[in-house]
């Protein structure tokens, strides 16, 4: 299987630009997604194909990466991105997904 | 407007079977594909398997043994079926719906939270 792998957490200001990042084990191309999950609530995509931004999302999401890693951008943050981030490959299955980075406000 | 809603048991006990019923609307399933994806508490999230739009299907390898998926298009549900429930199988379970292309989730169901204890 893919392995994803993201850092558990980070803390940052609003205002501030963030990235988070998403290594797989394997060349996955460009199917690399990003989905926000906030507290109780279900995941939401944001960013489909490492770049493309899913409808209605903020253009202060923003997804880049090809082959083995990959990044998303928020910039600049806003205290309603406190959630947690999870990446997931499609290249192969099983579909595998990160961990997931949780994104604190400071 | 494209909906998603898991229903089945709260409640299952150990070594028994879960039954899950993913009711969607807005879309079709002949068109798109269905995935049961599935979440422990507090913890990241595992694919499980899909029903595709054409009938066919596919299951994550840790679960096939157990895991059985399967649709009533007239009806507009999916349903999964696992057997041989362990503790470890407690968790919050989504259906999602996939666009068939590039292979991610742009529709969520809110989650059936299961648990299993006797």
């Known amino acids: 299987d893919t392995v994803l792998t993201q850092s558990p957490a980070l803390a940052v200001s609003p205002g501030e630009r963030v990235t988070i990042s998403c290594r797989a084990s394997e060349s996955v191309s460009t199917l690399m997604h990003w989905y926000q999950q906030k507290p109780g609530q279900q995941p939401t995509l944001l960013i489909y194909?490492?770049?493309n931004l899913e409808s209605g999302v903020p253009a202060r999401f923003s997804g880049s990466g090809s082959g083995t890693d990959f990044t998303l951008t928020i910039d600049p943050v806003e205290a309603d991105d406190t959630a947690t981030y999870y990446c997931?490959?499609?290249?192969?299955?099983?579909?595998?997904f990160g961990g997931g980075t949780k994104l604190e406000l400071k | 407007q494209v909906q998603l809603k898991e229903s089945g048991p709260g409640l299952v006990q150990p070594s028994q079977t879960l039954s899950l019923t993913c009711t969607v609307s807005?879309?079709?399933?002949?068109?798109?594909?269905v995935h049961w994806v599935r979440q422990p508490p507090g913890k990241g999230l595992e694919w499980m398997g899909r029903?595709?739009?054409?009938?066919?299907?596919s299951y994550n390898s840790a679960l096939k043994s157990r895991l059985s998926i399967s649709r009533d298009t007239s009806k507009n549900q999916v349903f999964l079926k696992m057997n041989s429930l362990q503790t470890d199988d407690t968790g919050t379970y989504y259906c999602?719906?996939?666009?068939?292309?590039?292979?991610?989730?742009?529709?969520w169901g809110q989650g059936v939270m299961v648990t299993v204890s006797s």
């Open positions: 999602t719906r996939d666009p068939n292309y590039g292979g991610y989730s742009d529709y």
């Open positions: 807005g879309f079709s399933l002949t068109s798109y594909n």
């Open positions: 029903m595709r739009y054409n009938g066919d299907t």
């Open positions: 194909l490492a770049s």
């Open positions: 997931q490959q499609s290249w192969n299955d099983p579909w595998t």
